[in-house]
């Protein structure tokens, strides 16, 4: 259970403790399957962007307020305690910049200016279908 985890690390969130796990089943993975690990592998996370004032402005407005931090997962860890700890330094760190919020507002004031226009809607959808 991710709160039983948690609860025996003072300062974890439950994002530390569900990277960690991954991390862990990553590495089983590639133990399993015998190949060899890589020399990085990266994710994107969810990082809330809302601030402690913000419970007020939920119930007026709702809607997500989120950027996302990207992770590296650190595959070569030594012990699980060791990696929950990794874990906790690397996304304190990365919460404390400001790039989740700039990317944030990029894509806000991006994203309508590129579908205002044939060539963006075009963009949007090549990049769309790309990914399928």
Do not use: H
Not at 77 to 89: D, F, G, I, N, T
């Amino acid at each position: 259970d991710v709160r039983e985890i948690k609860s025996k690390f003072p300062k974890a969130t439950v994002n530390d403790v569900l990277l960690t796990v991954m991390t862990m089943t990553l590495r089983r993975y590639y133990d399993a399957c015998n190949e060899p690990l890589p020399a990085l592998m990266r994710g994107i996370f969810p990082i809330n962007l809302r601030t402690a004032t913000d419970p007020k402005e939920i119930t007026s407005v709702m809607g997500n307020n989120f950027g996302s931090g990207k992770f590296a997962f650190e595959l070569g860890y030594k012990s699980p305690v060791e990696l929950l700890r990794s874990v906790q330094r690397q996304l304190d760190w990365i919460k404390s910049k400001p790039t989740p919020l700039i990317e944030r507002e990029l894509l806000k004031r991006a994203i309508p200016a590129l579908l205002g226009s044939e060539d963006g809607r075009k963009l949007a959808k090549d990049l769309i279908l790309d990914v399928y």
